[in-house]
């Protein structure tokens, strides 16, 4: 299918406006060709065009980059995936000495080790930041048992980083470089702020919704321990080019296998399912990829956030078909939801679902085995209930993260049983969040927000 630039390029550019998204970059896969668009500006103070070579902050999509060096690893042989960690990090630990035990590469990879996501520990900028962060994380209680549940988790990639640095000798970053990053040719991608400012610098821009957001008084707030997990500084066109040695069975365009079919197929096999499709956006897990069903036709992709930086990965293999959008701030899962579904249809078939939100006829759902207390490392859930029958949820930071935000306050509207829409929250903008309450294969009740899963405890 011919790919009009010029058409889609002028949707971007309304859709963003629309959307009040400062600037962004989108380059698409089709037909074996990479195109590429932006629009808009890096910094609304400065005024600087986004053009397609302009650099973003990846948020988590930076997880797949880390889950393709871990299967670099794993096709050497100096790893396995059914390892556990400890074998190969001694000083890895959690409070549970058994569940230490059972956490192996495999489940850190797809979310199911029950280490938490939001440890926020500034390790330093130093090269030993990530090995200081994994003794740091010692003490940090599991958001569930390992194996019994998917609980996204950026401590378990700050982990796989430092299991990459142990075992070749380099940093996570030197790491990335020489086995991924070189070899396939991405000039426009790398970890460090230092190598970034050589290129176009897209910075956050913060602000309500419905309005111009203004430039974010720092441009990335990360510490360097977060790389693994969160910080690949990259080029919309940049992750075409990554995605597409995934697309053609692990080789480079030259034809330097970076990795074997083997492994690349295992990435996108489906390890564990979602508790909804609500849950985390998705309908399961694979190595490091979020997998999708869109009515019968399945695909692959990640999503990512640093500070208002947001990026967003499709992918539809048997169509050959990627896209990707990276942004500064603004309403940007509405220009996501909005071109996203009208490109993936155009170019690949593709049904994308309805946004999330309540339903048109909500459903009666005693709430009486749901309110309670849920608690993991650094946030308290409470879901109430008031005389009139309407369902309340209280969303509180504590522990490290206690200073990260006041206390979000939101209603809960149900979608069916188990899934309920939560409005209210000015952090999330104009639309709802998921609210999913699942159970744990150990029979604990436990509630989902933002895909993590948080056991009841009272």
Same mark, same amino acid.
């Given at each position: 299918?011919?790919?009009?630039?010029?058409?889609?390029?002028?949707?971007?550019?309304?859709?963003?406006?629309?959307?009040?998204?400062?600037?962004?970059?989108?380059?698409?896969?089709?037909?074996?060709?990479?195109?590429?668009?932006?629009?808009?500006?890096?910094?609304?103070?400065?005024?600087?065009?986004?053009?397609?070579?302009?650099?973003?902050?990846?948020?988590?999509?930076?997880?797949?980059?880390?889950?393709?060096?871990?299967?670099?690893?794993?096709?050497?042989?100096?790893?396995?995936?059914?390892?556990?960690?400890?074998?190969?990090?001694?000083?890895? /630990?959690?409070?549970?000495?058994?569940?230490?035990?059972?956490?192996?590469?495999?489940?850190?990879?797809?979310?199911?080790?029950?280490?938490?996501?939001?440890?926020?520990?500034?390790?330093?900028?130093?090269?030993?930041?990530?090995?200081?962060?994994?003794? /740091?994380?010692?003490?940090?209680?599991?958001?569930?048992?390992?194996?019994?549940?998917?609980?996204?988790?950026?401590?378990?990639?700050?982990?796989?980083?430092?299991?990459?640095?142990?075992?070749?000798?380099?940093?996570?970053?030197?790491?990335?470089?020489?086995?991924?990053?070189?070899?396939?040719?991405?000039?426009?991608?790398?970890?460090?702020?230092?190598?970034?400012?050589?290129?176009?610098?897209?910075?956050?821009?913060?602000?309500?919704?419905?309005?111009?957001?203004?430039?974010?008084? /720092?441009?990335?707030?990360?510490?360097?321990?977060?790389?693994?997990?969160?910080?690949?500084?990259?080029?919309?066109?940049?992750?075409?080019?990554?995605?597409?040695?995934?697309?053609?069975?692990?080789?480079?365009?030259?034809?330097?296998?970076?990795?074997?079919?083997?492994?690349?197929?295992?990435?996108?096999?489906?390890?564990?399912?979602?508790?909804?499709?609500?849950?985390?956006?998705?309908?399961?897990?694979?190595?490091?990829?979020?997998?999708?069903?869109?009515?019968?036709?399945?695909?692959?992709?990640?999503?990512?956030?640093?500070?208002?930086?947001?990026?967003?990965?499709?992918?539809?293999?048997?169509?050959?078909?990627?896209?990707?959008?990276?942004?500064?701030?603004?309403?940007?899962?509405?220009?996501?939801?909005?071109?996203?579904?009208?490109?993936?249809?155009?170019?690949?078939?593709?049904?994308?679902?309805?946004?999330?939100?309540?339903?048109?006829?909500?459903?009666?759902?005693?709430?009486?085995?749901?309110?309670?207390?849920?608690?993991?490392?650094?946030?308290?859930?409470?879901?109430?209930?008031?005389?009139?029958?309407?369902?309340?949820?209280?969303?509180?930071?504590?522990?490290?993260?206690?200073?990260?935000?006041?206390?979000?306050?939101?209603?809960?509207?149900?979608?069916?049983?188990?899934?309920?829409?939560?409005?209210?929250?000015?952090?999330?903008?104009?639309?709802?969040?998921?609210?999913?309450?699942?159970?744990?294969?150990?029979?604990?009740?436990?509630?989902?927000?933002?895909?993590?899963?948080?056991?009841?405890?009272?």
């Amino acid at each position: 299918m011919t790919f009009d630039a010029a058409r889609w390029q002028a949707r971007f550019d309304a859709l963003r406006a629309a959307h009040h998204v400062p600037g962004a970059s989108l380059a698409v896969l089709v037909d074996g060709e990479i195109h590429e668009l932006a629009g808009g500006v890096l910094h609304r103070g400065t005024g600087v065009e986004v053009t397609t070579d302009s650099v973003f902050l990846s948020g988590s999509l930076a997880k797949v980059y880390t889950a393709t060096l871990v299967m670099r690893l794993v096709d050497s042989g100096m790893l396995d995936l059914d390892t556990p960690v400890v074998d190969v990090l001694p000083e890895f /630990a959690t409070p549970d000495p058994e569940a230490t035990k059972a956490i192996t590469i495999r489940r850190l990879l797809s979310h199911t080790g029950g280490l938490t996501c939001d440890f926020n520990y500034d390790s330093g900028r130093g090269d030993d930041c990530l090995a200081r962060y994994v003794e /740091a994380a010692k003490d940090v209680a599991l958001d569930c048992p390992p194996g019994t549940a998917i609980s996204y988790s950026s401590l378990g990639y700050v982990v796989l980083g430092r299991v990459v640095e142990v075992l070749t000798g380099m940093t996570w970053d030197q790491a990335l470089k020489d086995l991924l990053l070189t070899p396939l040719g991405l000039e426009h991608s790398m970890t460090l702020p230092e190598e970034a400012l050589r290129f176009r610098v897209a910075m956050s821009h913060l602000g309500g919704p419905g309005q111009d957001p203004d430039p974010a008084p /720092a441009w990335d707030l990360m510490p360097r321990s977060a790389g693994p997990y969160g910080r690949v500084i990259i080029s919309a066109g940049d992750v075409i080019r990554f995605v597409r040695m995934h697309l053609d069975g692990g080789t480079a365009p030259d034809g330097t296998r970076v990795l074997s079919a083997d492994a690349v197929a295992a990435m996108q096999r489906r390890e564990v399912d979602s508790p909804d499709k609500w849950t985390v956006g998705a309908d399961g897990w694979g190595l490091g990829w979020t997998l999708y069903d869109w009515d019968g036709v399945p695909g692959y992709g990640h999503d990512g956030s640093a500070v208002a930086q947001h990026s967003y990965l499709r992918v539809v293999p048997h169509a050959g078909v990627a896209v990707v959008l990276l942004t500064n701030g603004g309403g940007t899962d509405g220009l996501y939801a909005e071109l996203f579904r009208e490109l993936l249809a155009e170019l690949a078939g593709v049904r994308m679902p309805a946004p999330f939100g309540p339903a048109a006829n909500p459903p009666a759902v005693d709430m009486t085995p749901l309110v309670g207390t849920y608690r993991r490392e650094g946030v308290v859930t409470t879901v109430t209930q008031d005389e009139d029958g309407r369902a309340h949820i209280r969303y509180e930071f504590v522990d490290g993260m206690k200073d990260f935000s006041p206390p979000l306050e939101m209603d809960l509207l149900p979608v069916s049983e188990t899934v309920f829409a939560a409005s209210g929250g000015p952090a999330y903008g104009e639309g709802h969040i998921p609210v999913v309450f699942s159970t744990l294969t150990d029979g604990t009740p436990c509630v989902y927000i933002g895909m993590r899963a948080t056991p009841k405890t009272a």
